[in-house]
């Protein structure tokens, strides 16, 4: 395997890790990611060479999973893989994005909000798509100047997509913005009603989601903490959960506690019927009203046959059941199942299928069930069954 190259412009005699890179990529990269970057700084620190099966041996990774973690990073536009005209993989550029960082302190410092006013929105950084060139397992790298990417299109809570992207965007808030918040007499008072509630100081990623809201959403303080009133009695304690609801609440023109109490309570009873019956307590999320508009509107079952389903998933599983009773309908919808009468039948059909499978004979009678029959593994087959009931 060729040795590879790690390089940039300049050396700094020490391995260094930006806290632009602790605060914006840490917490979104897994184990094999963080260790490929961190291990090429390393190597690029001492100038020294490394390759793809010296990064999958030190980590006990296979040379696949490297591959994919320098593919991850370049996607990220922290580094470039460089090629030969045949195609293998020959360097990694690391790519700088401290000097943007810094450069862009100054010019949107001003946009920061540092009292109740609303000022403008800082222009959104555009990203220049990665190239999407097939890695062989050969390797090279190399560094420029790098831009940090701009926030990621955001989705409504649990998962339904956001209508206008470009107006949901989060400023690329600097590490002088966010000082510049902390000494402002308002705005401190502010984060510290916020830290009181969720029980600890805030990150500054978790400051930068904090100013979004009010700076790109426009909520006025009393919306933002009841905000954080209603995604941490729901048990959600996550930021990118907390911003989903906040985009939600903006694309529907709420702009005070009061207009979000009543969305909380718009839906339909047969909504809380169903959510009590597959044990669900609280006020349903988006993606479980989406669940239960999909059986009602577009497969057109009726409360009775919804509720069957549900006894029956509560019986079965204590997790994902929305999921699981997704399964059951979307199999009924197939079978065309319409009343009690249908489910009975297919349950009856379901069974014989599943005692068929446990005696070996698949429901057939001849002259060679005589011999030994092969041996199945039961709780594997019945598995496949159900998931095809």
């Not at 597959?278 to 508009?293: F, N």
Request: with cysteine; charged share 25%; glycine share 4%.
């Amino acid at each position: 395997m060729a040795r590879l190259r790690v390089y940039r412009e300049t050396t700094t005699g020490s391995t260094a890790v930006s806290n632009y890179f602790i605060d914006e990529y840490m917490p979104g990269a897994n184990d094999a990611q963080l260790k490929v970057y961190l291990y090429l700084l390393r190597m690029l620190s001492a100038g020294l060479t490394t390759s793809v099966s010296d990064m999958a041996d030190l980590f006990n990774h296979t040379e696949k999973d490297v591959i994919r973690a320098l593919k991850y990073w370049e996607k990220k536009e922290l580094l470039e893989l460089d090629y030969d005209t045949l195609g293998n993989l020959t360097g990694i550029h690391l790519l700088d994005f401290t000097t943007k960082s810094e450069a862009s302190d100054s010019e949107n410092t001003r946009n920061l909000s540092l009292s109740r006013m609303e000022p403008p929105i800082p222009p959104a950084v555009q990203i220049a798509p990665a190239p999407a060139t097939q890695v062989t397992p050969t390797a090279q790298v190399t560094p420029a100047t790098q831009v940090a990417p701009a926030a990621q299109a955001a989705t409504v809570a649990q998962g339904i997509p956001v209508q206008n992207e470009a107006a949901y965007k989060k400023p690329n808030y600097s590490a002088s913005q966010l000082q510049a918040a902390k000494d402002s007499l308002l705005t401190r008072e502010f984060l510290f009603v916020i830290e009181s509630y969720v029980q600890k100081p805030l990150s500054p990623a978790e400051m930068r989601s904090v100013l979004f809201f009010k700076d790109v959403l426009h909520f006025n303080d009393d919306l933002v903490y009841y905000l954080f009133e209603y995604c941490l009695g729901r048990g959600k304690k996550d930021f990118k959960y907390i911003e989903k609801v906040a985009i939600s609440w903006a694309e529907e023109g709420i702009s005070t506690p009061e207009e979000a109490q009543k969305r909380a309570g718009k839906y339909d009873p047969k909504v809380y019927t169903i959510m009590n019956e597959l044990g669900k307590s609280g006020t349903p999320t988006p993606i479980e009203v989406e669940y239960i508009s999909r059986w009602t509107d577009e497969y057109g079952f009726s409360i009775e046959i919804i509720i069957e389903a549900c006894k029956k998933t509560v019986l079965a599983t204590d997790k994902n059941r929305f999921d699981y009773a997704e399964g059951i309908l979307s199999n009924w919808k197939r079978q065309n199942i319409r009343d009690r009468e249908d489910i009975a039948k297919a349950d009856s059909t379901h069974q014989k299928r599943v005692a068929s499978a446990r005696t070996g004979t698949l429901g057939s009678s001849n002259k060679f069930n005589q011999f030994a029959q092969t041996e199945y593994n039961f709780d594997e087959l019945e598995k496949k069954l159900i998931r095809n009931y």
